[in-house]
């Protein structure tokens, strides 16, 4: 059992931080009050294989596993978690349903663009009355004139203003349940496809959120992704892929909260010494720390897993569960580490701890994270 990166993986985590530090850093304040995604940076993600991070090179992928994806997302999140978001959701969601259940032709003219990094993929699962019970779902698609016509609307959409390619969730047989949802892959030039709002949000405000609504929209049959009543099944596959992203996420939100706080602590000085030197910050600290760490080790055990080809999903739903809670939990303690500064913007510690909370809600709640993980270990 190796506990450490290898030579590679340390060079890749390097880069990332590196490139962080230089391009993301000094815009976060900004891009957070104004909202925008850095689509103008695209050209640069697609040159550290940020566009398809875990496909084959011979999609365009940057041929990784989901050790190196887990580094890459906790660097990113560590400086900017709304960018890690969008890249995520871009990697595990989009492009990760088209690899899990496209065939060659699908993944040779929509996956191959969105590995090399082309242009941003969006996800389309939840909607206004659909969440947590994603099988109550009402978007439909019907069969016609040798495609597919779809209705209905999706939000919390992410990448959704910005997608060219997206992945939709549709009804197409209502009476089978979840056995009969299906998935299909939308381009958003085509006729009855529509943003049709973009949300105003507490946390990831870089991150592009919005609603997707189709008004006959009409996909070919070749965009059916595998067969018709698969598409819940696939999403469930997808989703224990996008809880390690989710998990590395949070490390790296409460990784950056933990660093601003240490640094702060040994510059702050109160009763003529810095509070580093005061045993209740020391003991803050320390917790801080070891949960980040703890974290850290249940999001690796489930990236190596996957790596092994091991079905996770007790795993990726442990680290996306306890990770997500520590991040909020690590980002509230550095706040009060602040004190006063930590309620002002001047300081990063209130935009990781806004950032944090979507981790406990976004690809299953806690609460669906605890089913999960009941579900499997009672498995007879």
């Given at each position: 059992m190796d506990f450490e990166l290898n030579e590679e993986q340390q060079q890749i985590k390097h880069s990332i931080r590196?490139?962080?530090?230089?391009?993301?850093?000094?815009?976060?304040?900004?891009?957070?009050?104004?909202?925008?995604?850095?689509?103008?940076?695209?050209?640069?993600?697609?040159r550290l294989g940020l566009g398809g991070v875990l496909f084959p090179e011979a999609y365009g992928g940057a041929g990784m596993g989901y050790v190196e994806y887990a580094t890459i997302i906790e660097e990113l999140a560590r400086v900017d978690p709304s960018i890690a978001l969008s890249i995520a959701a871009h990697n595990s969601l989009c492009g990760g349903h088209i690899y899990i259940g496209g065939n060659e032709a699908q993944k040779q003219r929509y996956l191959t663009p969105l590995a090399r990094g082309e242009y941003l993929g969006?996800?389309?699962?939840?909607?206004?009355?659909?969440?947590?019970?994603?099988?109550?779902?009402?978007t439909s698609a019907v069969?016609?004139?040798?495609?597919?016509?779809?209705?209905?609307?999706?939000?919390?959409?992410?990448?959704?203003?910005?997608?060219?390619?997206?992945?939709?969730?549709?009804?197409?047989?209502?009476?089978?349940?979840?056995?009969?949802?299906?998935?299909?892959?939308?381009?958003?030039?085509?006729?009855?496809?529509?943003?049709?709002?973009?949300?105003?949000?507490?946390?990831?405000?870089?991150?592009?959120?919005?609603?997707?609504?189709?008004?006959?929209?009409h996909v070919p049959d070749e965009n059916l992704i595998g067969e018709a009543g698969q598409g819940f099944i696939q999403a469930m596959r997808v989703l224990d892929g996008g809880r390690v992203s989710i998990a590395a996420l949070a490390v790296g939100t409460a990784q950056g909260a933990y660093e601003a706080s240490v640094r702060y602590a040994k510059e702050r000085f109160q009763f003529g010494k810095p509070i580093s030197e005061f045993q209740a910050i020391q003991f803050k600290l320390a917790d801080m720390a070891t949960q980040i760490?703890?974290?850290?080790?249940?999001?690796?055990?489930?990236?190596?897993?996957?790596?092994?080809?091991?079905?996770?999903?007790?795993?990726?739903?442990?680290?996306?569960?306890y990770a997500s809670e520590v991040s909020v939990r690590v980002s509230e303690e550095a706040i009060q580490i602040h004190g006063g500064y930590g309620f002002i913007k001047d300081y990063p510690v209130e935009k990781y701890w806004r950032?944090?909370?979507?981790?406990?809600?976004?690809?299953?709640?806690?609460?669906?994270?605890?089913?999960?993980?009941?579900?499997?270990?009672?498995?007879?």
């Open positions: 590196e490139f962080a530090e230089a391009e993301l850093r000094p815009n976060v304040l900004e891009w957070d009050e104004s909202q925008h995604f850095p689509i103008e940076l695209l050209p640069e993600f697609a969006a996800w389309g699962l939840t909607e206004p009355s659909s969440g947590s019970d994603a099988s109550s779902m009402r069969k016609k004139n040798g495609g597919w016509v779809l209705n209905g609307s999706k939000n919390f959409i992410t990448n959704a203003s910005l997608a060219r390619t997206t992945v939709a969730l549709a009804i197409t047989d209502r009476a089978a349940g979840s056995h009969g949802i299906s998935a299909f892959i939308v381009d958003s030039a085509v006729k009855g496809f529509s943003i049709a709002k973009k949300e105003n949000k507490l946390g990831m405000r870089a991150s592009d959120t919005a609603s997707i609504a189709f008004d006959d929209c760490d703890a974290a850290r080790l249940l999001t690796y055990r489930a990236a190596a897993l996957k790596d092994a080809g091991k079905v996770t999903t007790r795993e990726s739903s442990m680290a996306k569960l950032d944090s909370k979507l981790l406990t809600i976004g690809e299953g709640t806690s609460e669906v994270q605890r089913v999960v993980i009941a579900r499997q270990l009672l498995k007879s």
